[in-house]
């Protein structure tokens, strides 16, 4: 989280919406799901496009909305753009495209 997002002044007041999204997680089963990863998933995805007057209620809103399907595709999307795919030559790929 190297990045500053323009809603992080936001963090500690929406900290009880957050982890009460994470106890749901939980319940779910969802137990590797961190409350730091979550706002990753936030200022990266749901929050990319930021907006200048945007208010507490509505940044609430959008965290006790999320699903867990909403999160686990953001994180699965995530992984496979940093995963290293490499082949021994051209015909691995090629058959791999068929």
Not at 34 to 41: H, K, N, S, Y
Not at 69 to 80: G, Q, V, W
């Amino acid at each position: 989280m190297g990045n500053v997002h323009a809603y992080d002044y936001f963090r500690t007041e929406v900290k009880p919406a957050l982890v009460s999204k994470l106890e749901e997680f939980h319940l779910l089963g969802y137990d590797s799901i961190t409350e730091d990863g979550l706002w990753d998933f936030f200022t990266k995805k749901k929050w990319k496009k930021t907006k200048a007057d945007i208010h507490l209620y509505e940044i609430i809103d959008d965290i006790l909305a999320v699903k867990v399907s909403d999160y686990i595709s953001f994180t699965t999307i995530e992984s496979l753009k940093t995963a290293e795919f490499s082949f021994r030559d051209e015909n691995e790929l090629k058959e791999l495209l068929k």
